[in-house]
T-cell receptor, first 113, second 110 residues
Framework: DAGITQSPRYKITETGRQVTLMCHQTWSHSYMFWYRQDLGHGLRLIYY???????DKGEVPDGYVVSRSKTENFPLTLESATRSQTSVYFC????????????FGSGTQLSVL | KNEVEQSPQNLTAQEGEFITINCSYS?????LHWLQQHPGGGIVSLFMLSSGKKKHGRLIATINIQEKHSSLHITASHPRDSAVYICAVMGGTSYGKLTFGQGTILTVHP
């Protein structure tokens, strides 16, 4: 199906474990983004990518790693999960150009115990 | 001071009322987005504006670049419009990165 999909939808893990959240889009959008959404903070950018093999830090990158070997995939890895990383994570993508909309995945609700 | 300020933070309305949500920003932008998020749900882009006005169904979005202000209007509101509405701005050279407002929680009662 066309669109942007995230997996898993829900994840519970323990502190110190490595966790990878997946994001896949079928439009070949060049821009992809990872956000976290927390009460009181709204949406905050973790990492973004302008194209395959081009990634850069956002506002809150500490503790996260991304890669983008293929245009359609943009996984986010928590190398050693901490309780402060309990959040809802959204992946998004858009085509280049000033008039392009942003499309969001359904989100991953992550709990770190 | 946040770069993007929304008002009000919370809004309660009766079905059928005309609703306005405001967004002010302090930086130069190339575009402004209005997003909708239903409780427990994903985020949907409603509008992307760089000037003027856009309309989709009962929703109208306007932007005044000189005044650094945008409004989202909902005509004839309905309980299904109950959601969080988020304003987000994109700078001119930001790789498409957005700066988000805190969101406006809208509740429409039947």
């Amino acid at each position: 199906d066309a669109g942007i999909t995230q997996s898993p939808r829900y994840k519970i893990t323990e502190t110190g474990r490595q966790v990878t959240l997946m994001c896949h889009q079928t439009w070949s959008h060049s821009y992809m983004f990872w956000y976290r959404q927390d009460l009181g903070h709204g949406l905050r950018l973790i990492y973004y990518s302008a194209a395959a093999d081009i990634t850069d830090k956002g506002e809150v990158p500490d503790g996260y790693v991304v890669s983008r070997s293929k245009t359609e995939n943009f996984p986010l890895t928590l190398e050693s999960a901490t309780r402060s990383q309990t959040s809802v994570y959204f992946c998004a993508s858009r085509a280049p150009g000033a008039n392009e909309k942003l499309f969001f995945g359904s989100g991953t609700q992550l709990s770190v115990l | 001071k946040n770069e993007v300020e929304q008002s009000p933070q919370n809004l309660t309305a009766q079905e059928g009322e005309f609703i306005t949500i405001n967004c002010s920003y302090s930086v130069g932008i190339s575009a402004l987005h209005w997003l909708q998020q239903h409780p427990g749900g994903g985020i949907v882009s409603l509008f992307m504006l760089s000037s003027g006005k856009k309309k989709h169904g009962r929703l109208i979005a306007t932007i005044n670049i000189q005044e650094k202000h945008s409004s989202l209007h909902i005509t004839a509101s309905h309980p299904r419009d109950s959601a969080v509405y988020i304003c987000a701005v994109m700078g001119g050279t930001s790789y498409g990165k957005l700066t988000f407002g805190q969101g406006t929680i809208l509740t429409v009662h039947p």
